[in-house]
């Protein structure tokens, strides 16, 4: 457990690096319909808390919303939020965003940093620590959505970026995705009405110069309207991405508020690859969904029938894992709760309503699954000297290869080919019985930032006595 928080506390965001650092933000208090004030937790690699409870904002009686997180490898890690002072002669003026750096210590950096007048703030950082905030504002009578990039320093890289504007209040969340080349993607709604809503994604270079023409999100069924899930996009360093969304339920009148959850996935080039229904909200809930550098992506919702937790993972080459429960008690409220990934954990963050006034903020750190039903370097091996039904003289070890994906085993000792995916191992010959653990470290081609890896055990023998 982070905190017991009361009023409107709830959990913001938790934001994970490459290497498993991670950071969890939340609300807490109540003061005039906003939190009193944001607070951050820091852990490092093994899950092992480093700060205490950090104030991120500059009191705990003010009036705070929208905290989200970004941490880099070396565990220094920053807060976006919004602060909201009524200003009667302008009131689009009203609400700030300010974001504030922290060493990997929990010791603020300099004072908070003023971004712009706006709200709604997410945030995206590269391993290094530049990081970019995309943001939501409205003055005269128009919306606009723009992103700030920052280097690792929190000084202004280049001019404010324009992703879209139109007329009114039509602009919604918008969310933002970084790789580790600098590239961006923003996802974001468009529309007056919740009933007259068009999700849109719209990809930058690193220089942020847009890249291809803006994407209409579609699930297939364009009769009902669409919106985007609580945190619903993910960018591969492979250049593909997805968005996960939901419709009215084809049938149902809007005030019975079901719905059903797909997952859109889009290739390098921006083209339409698949969409796949997930489930209807009657399961689960809205998801929040996140993803790392390998590849990997987890989904993380509330069960609507029992009330638990649960995340669905799926590995680098796009295979599933069964659903399973990362809560150990009820109850847990359908609150807030986010999910973010390493190369090699999964950390997911969630509200518990412990009492009518006091809601906790929890936390749990899991190795993510690797392939199917084994690892991805497979289950461990025999290779036997003399050779027969039950022990041959070689073992083949791993999964097979994903396109776009380099490989490389650790001893290369007897391999066939130590970068390749499933290599053959040969017994040396010579008498003794022993063991060797083979690491596998896989990245994509496009990306130096995953640092997956996986072990298997190869068993030496004479056999066939």
């Known amino acids: 457990m982070l905190n017991s928080s009361g009023g409107s506390g709830a959990t913001n965001d938790v934001a994970v690096a490459e290497n498993s650092r991670f950071v969890v933000d939340w609300e807490d208090g109540s003061c005039s319909n906003f939190s009193c004030g944001i607070f951050a937790r820091a852990y490092d690699i093994s899950g092992n808390p480093v700060t205490g409870q950090v104030l991120v904002t500059p009191t705990s009686t003010g009036s705070y919303e929208f905290g989200k997180s970004a941490i880099d490898n070396s565990g220094k890690f920053v807060v976006v939020y919004c602060r909201y002072i009524y200003n009667p002669n302008a009131p689009n003026s009203s609400e700030k965003i300010y974001f504030q750096l922290f060493s990997a210590a929990g010791v603020a950096v300099g004072a908070p940093v003023f971004v712009d007048f706006g709200t709604y703030p997410d945030i995206t950082m590269a391993p290094g620590g530049n990081f970019d905030i995309a943001y939501s504002t409205i003055a005269y009578g128009v919306s606009n959505l723009f992103v700030k990039r920052y280097n690792l320093s929190g000084s202004q890289i280049g001019a404010r970026i324009i992703v879209e504007n139109g007329p009114g209040a039509q602009l919604g969340v918008p969310f933002i995705r970084m790789l580790c080349s600098g590239n961006f993607v923003v996802a974001y709604e468009y529309g007056n009405t919740a009933n007259n809503q068009i999700a849109y994604i719209k990809r930058f270079n690193s220089l942020g110069y847009q890249t291809g023409n803006r994407i209409t999100v579609t699930t297939g069924n364009n009769n009902y309207p669409y919106n985007l899930s609580r945190e619903p996009l993910l960018y591969f360093s492979t250049g593909w991405f997805s968005v996960i969304s939901s419709i009215q339920t084809p049938g149902t009148p809007p005030t019975d508020h079901k719905f059903d959850y797909y997952i859109t996935r889009y290739d390098a080039n921006g083209i339409l690859v698949t969409s796949d229904f997930l489930w209807h909200s009657t399961s689960g809930s809205n998801p929040a969904a996140a993803g790392n550098s390998c590849g990997d992506y987890s989904l993380l919702y509330h069960d609507q029938a029992t009330g638990n937790i649960m995340v669905k993972n799926y590995s680098y080459?796009?295979?599933?894992?069964?659903?399973?429960?990362?809560?150990?008690?009820?109850?847990?409220?359908?609150?807030?709760?986010?999910?973010?990934?390493?190369?090699?954990?999964?950390?997911?963050?969630?509200?518990?309503?412990?009492?009518?006034?006091?809601?906790?903020?929890?936390?749990?750190?899991?190795?993510?699954?690797?392939?199917?039903?084994?690892?991805?370097a497979g289950p461990s091996r025999s290779v036997c000297r003399l050779g027969c039904i039950n022990c041959q003289k070689t073992a083949v070890i791993g999964s097979p290869a994903v396109p776009g994906y380099i490989y490389q085993w650790s001893p290369q000792a007897y391999l066939s080919n130590p970068y390749a995916a499933?290599?053959?191992?040969?017994?040396?010959?010579?008498?003794?019985?022993?063991?060797?653990?083979?690491?596998?470290?896989?990245?994509?081609?496009?990306?130096?930032?995953?640092?997956?890896?996986?072990?298997?055990?190869?068993?030496?023998?004479?056999g066939c006595k």
């Open 317 to 376: 080459a796009n295979v599933p894992s069964a659903p399973y429960m990362v809560n150990l008690y009820l109850p847990n409220s359908n609150l807030s709760y986010y999910i973010g990934l390493s190369s090699n954990f999964f950390i997911a963050a969630w509200d518990r309503q412990s009492t009518a006034t006091v809601i906790n903020s929890m936390h749990s750190r899991m190795p993510l699954p690797s392939g199917t039903n084994n690892t991805i």
């Open 422 to 462: 499933q290599p053959t191992v040969t017994h040396p010959g010579g008498s003794g019985q022993y063991s060797i653990t083979y690491t596998l470290t896989i990245r994509p081609s496009a990306s130096s930032c995953c640092q997956r890896t996986e072990t298997v055990v190869v068993n030496f023998s004479q």
